[in-house]
């Protein structure tokens, strides 16, 4: 038998009461994103559950991505059956016999929300249990944590059975937490904490700094790649470019070398507020892990800040280098990140950086550059591209063109 759809259970959804509708209509907005790459799926979702019917699509691959989206608790891959005692007993059996192994026990659970069915779930569970005793003697039936469960339900259009209960990523639908602007470099620590803040729900636009021809194609590549990374998690993701090139050079010529690094940053954090306010965002996300770099001290911290009253989110701010590192294993960007291109923020690193800066130090710098005209120019030039989901096999082209070029 084929599997025809996929049941999807909400989990933390169902605590939301008046809302929960608004929640998840978006988790179905992020599926149907994520599952694009499968032009036959559709999705649907009711207040209870969520259906992925495949029509034809593997299952193995849609699992696949169903297990990274947010919102998602648990789901299950089903079996659709005409709805008739004699068809199901039918079914039972051939399912039963495909799965069982030796020595493992099983129960039938039935529920039925037509209540024109003939049966009863009690009734249903006693014929279908003796089915399956018809076409396996040996086994045994086992009421408390049976190695198989094979639930089966009576609804108004059709039958229904299922025997796995596959686990999701759970936390909260992208974009049911407001939106934020995650500042992406090209390192492992930002798609990190893009992740993190995905999974509250937060819908992130990606803003990343490229200062050509200091940093190169290849690095605007990957930063590009590390945000296709984080759609398999809600859909799709704004990519915004920010030309940063003059303003870097003006700070390398007009100010201490060891205050390049905070100068620097907060310009990044002008222009990345300047971009939430414009786009309607709410937060300004980062990669900071508190004194991993100079950068990130936290009397750095303080005098970058200073340029916003934006609330700054730092999802990876108290873990260490190891476990920011596991997370990027495990969400697959690590092996992007660690490509060896140079991104803004290290080109014209310092040798020995401020790691206390002194915001009046700073501020008095500042007044060598032209602060508005600096960053009108970097905004006006700014490049916004949308990324979306796409296959393996769609990376491998892309992965071969750009060896080609």
């Known amino acids: ?100 192994r030796d020595g493992m026990t099983f129960k039938i659970s039935s529920k039925r929300s037509d209540h024109h069915f003939e049966l009863d779930s009690r009734e249903l569970n006693q014929v279908l249990g003796s089915a399956v005793f018809e076409a396996l003697p040996q086994i045994e039936a086992q009421m408390k944590n049976p190695d198989i469960t094979l ?56 803003v990343h700094f490229a200062s050509p021809p200091y940093t190169s194609p290849g690095a605007l590549k990957k930063a590009q790649d590390l945000t296709r990374k984080l759609t398999k998690f809600g859909g799709n993701i704004q990519f915004i470019e920010v030309p940063f090139t003059e303003i870097q050079e003006e700070i390398k010529e007009k100010a201490p070398e060891a205050y390049l690094m905070t100068l620097t940053r907060r310009f990044m954090m002008r222009i990345t507020d300047w971009i939430r306010e414009q786009r309607g965002g709410l937060v300004i996300i980062n990669g900071e892990s508190l004194g991993q770099v100079a950068s990130q001290t936290l009397e750095s911290m303080q005098a970058i800040n200073a340029v916003t009253n934006t609330p700054v989110i730092r999802p990876v701010v108290t873990m260490d280098k190891l476990e920011i590192i596991d997370i990027a294993e495990k969400i697959d960007t690590f092996n992007i990140s660690v490509q060896p291109f140079e991104d803004c923020c290290t080109i014209f690193a310092p040798d020995r950086p401020k790691t206390n800066p002194k915001i009046k130090n700073v501020e008095q710098y500042e007044t060598r550059l032209d602060i508005d005209g600096l960053v009108a120019r970097a905004v006006a030039g700014i490049k916004i591209t949308e990324i979306t989901p796409q296959t393996d096999q769609a990376d491998e082209v892309d992965d071969l063109i750009a060896d080609l070029l």
């Open 1 to 100: 038998m084929q599997y025809s759809e996929i049941m999807v259970r909400y989990g933390e959804l169902s605590t939301k009461g008046k809302n929960r509708m608004r929640f998840i209509n978006r988790l179905k907005r992020n599926i149907k994103h994520v599952l694009s790459v499968y032009p036959a799926v559709r999705v649907a979702a009711d207040r209870d559950r969520g259906h992925i019917y495949l029509n034809g699509t593997d299952y193995h691959d849609v699992a696949e991505s169903l297990k990274q989206i947010f919102g998602i608790q648990a789901f299950s891959p089903v079996y659709k059956v005409e709805k008739d005692v004699t068809v199901l007993e039918k079914a039972v059996q051939e399912v039963m016999t495909g799965i069982y």
């Open 151 to 206: 639930k089966v339900e009576i609804r108004e259009e059709a039958a229904y059975l299922s025997h796995e209960n596959i686990k999701g990523a759970g936390g909260l639908p992208v974009g049911t937490s407001g939106k934020g602007m995650l500042m992406l470099s090209g390192g492992i620590d930002s798609p990190v904490a893009g992740y993190l803040a995905l999974k509250r729900g937060v819908n992130i636009e990606a």
